[in-house]
């Protein structure tokens, strides 16, 4: 499952890439589309259906601290396409037109607007764009400031992004509580869980590969360690335990090489401490290569390591309950650039269910509320007895009461009124006949 740290309203922004990002063409070939990205941007499906392409695409990029861009097949020709979104961006924005006009470039219109709404500001951009008889659209949405720090990114991927060709795909449904969806190659095969742990509530846990099991994708289950535990960063677990957890499907697995994703921690820590999750949080982010040996084959292994503490207590050295998470795809090395990508675009393929988030985000308050009622239960119960009261569930759905903490039964009389009566058949007759009732 995505990782939860999504927020609508945030007051920062990220500059522009103050460290060098080396750009890469990003080959999605399940979407069906390539595309040049700062290399530590990902993929994901959005809420509605498009492609979306950020630092933190699986969790829900946040436009007013990056740009977003996103990826959609549309049904009607670029200029027809382009008309259509200007007149429904223009009833969202208030009645301002946005402005519509051909780029230049055969079969290429842009739309574009200044929006305002919860999100603040946004500078959007839609180029939609007829190409191989196909027609579709990529957008870029993001804070005025960001918007022209990031203009160069956003342009190279304006003009970069193109189709390319798709296997034959098939949609497969999460089985046991319809949780998410996932696109996959005719062939391919699918076992998971949902993980749900006091720590987490739920996260899903998947693994999918092709016939010969020699390409595919996995999402691990996240470990929790408790305070105890001291903070390891991203690149340490990659040639410790994550080797280790690697090495039991691949026992003769080799670490390859380590790159850190600084600006991908950097941003995750501002957004923890503006969420006002933790004052001094931690994250750490890598992208890992190892090699081994699966059914006779040698492979490539790309995972993404990934280790959070949402605050590091300056009173205990530093310390603090943290999570670690891992996912990735493999691929055969001699065919790993060709196969790779096909694993890769799997895993942004996946998209949650809205009704599943609801009943998620539901079951974890309802959980919350019970866990608030039975410590304020507690704290009330501990009142009582150190004033040698015994507080007494009512029977009848009531509130809780209180009676002495002595001998005897607790009866309740024709008013509701719980009382402690001592154990005598004479005074317990007589109570029965004035419609007094023994309840304890």
Not at 301 to 313: E, P, Q
Request: aromatic share 8%; charged share 25%.
């Amino acid at each position: 499952m995505r990782l939860a740290l999504r927020f609508a309203v945030l007051v920062v922004a990220l500059s522009a890439p103050a460290r060098a990002v080396p750009q890469v063409e990003y080959v999605n070939p399940i979407a069906g589309f390539a595309i040049e990205i700062p290399e530590d941007w990902e993929m994901a499906t959005g809420t509605g259906g498009n492609t979306e392409i950020a630092i933190d695409a699986p969790s829900g990029a946040a436009v007013v601290t990056q740009p977003a861009l996103w990826f959609f097949r549309a049904r009607h020709p670029a200029e027809e396409e382009a008309r259509r979104l200007a007149r429904d961006l223009q009833q969202i924005n208030g009645g301002v037109a946005p402005t519509v006009a051909p780029t230049g470039r055969p079969g290429e219109w842009e739309v574009s607007c200044r929006s305002s709404g919860v999100r603040g500001e946004l500078v959007e951009r839609w180029r939609c764009r007829d190409e191989a008889g196909q027609s579709y659209v990529v957008a870029a949405l993001a804070r005025p400031g960001v918007a022209e720090a990031f203009a160069a990114e956003i342009e190279r991927a304006f003009d970069s992004c193109r189709l390319i060709p798709t296997p034959i795909v098939r949609f497969f449904q999460e089985p046991t509580e319809n949780a998410y969806r996932l696109v996959l190659p005719v062939g391919w095969t699918w076992e998971g869980e949902i993980l749900r742990t006091g720590a987490i509530p739920g996260y899903f846990v998947w693994k999918v590969q092709s016939p010969d099991g020699l390409t595919g994708c996995f999402s691990s289950p996240p470990a929790a360690l408790n305070i105890m535990v001291p903070y390891t960063p991203a690149d340490e677990l990659a040639g410790g335990i994550v080797l280790q957890g690697l090495r039991e499907q691949l026992p003769d697995a080799e670490l390859d090489s380590v790159r850190r994703l600084p600006r991908v921690s950097d941003y995750f820590c501002e957004l923890i401490k503006l969420a006002g999750l933790g004052a001094n949080p931690r994250v750490d982010k890598v992208r890992a290569d190892y090699v081994g040996t699966r059914d006779g084959t040698r492979v490539r292994v790309r995972v993404d390591i990934g280790t959070f503490m949402l605050d590091a207590s300056p009173l205990l050295d530093g310390r603090g309950d943290w999570f670690l998470m891992t996912g990735g795809s493999w691929a055969p090395e001699n065919r790993f650039d060709e196969r790779f990508p096909l694993a890769r675009g799997v895993m942004a393929s996946l998209w949650t269910s809205p009704k599943w988030r609801a009943r998620q985000a539901e079951a974890v308050q309802s959980v919350l509320g019970r866990r608030r009622g039975a410590i304020d239960e507690a704290a009330a119960g501990w009142d009582a007895l150190i004033r040698d009261m015994d507080r007494v569930p009512d029977p009848d759905g009531g509130d809780p009461q209180e009676v002495p903490n002595r001998d005897g039964g607790v009866w309740k009389d024709p008013d509701g009124v719980m009382h402690r009566v001592p154990n005598d058949p004479d005074t317990e007759n007589a109570l029965r006949n004035r419609g007094w009732r023994q309840i304890q």
